[in-house]
């Protein structure tokens, strides 16, 4: 938490803070960095795995999982009515998402590039 907290103050109240001071970094830093790496994964795969690892492993709800992806409700009188954030529920998500992703899970091991040594 140390260090989370030190990137807050640093980054101005962001966590992944960008180039410019006080702004986040862009939506297309993941994308940038995927294509610096020469690889073939995507951002929406990452996204997609997470909702469905939400969807398939968890009895979190539909709601809460697609608020965590920041997707905006299409219908529009759920949406006026909406105004909580869900928050705690989105933090026990990332919680258990944390969980899932640091658990370590003998022959799931995938390379994502090749090394240099390759």
Known sequence: ME???AQLDGGKGYVFAGPKPGRPLSSMA???L??????????H????TFRDWASETTG???E???MALAHTIANKAEAAYRRGDLFDKRRKLMEAWTGYCAAQKAGKVVQLRRGSAD
């Open 3 to 5: 260090i989370v907290e």
């Open 34 to 43: 995927l294509r610096r790496m020469k690889s073939d994964i995507t951002v």
């Open 60 to 62: 979190f709800s539909h």
């Open 30 to 32: 993941m994308a940038m």
């Open 45 to 48: 795969g990452f996204r997609s």
């Open 64 to 66: 809460v999982c697609e």
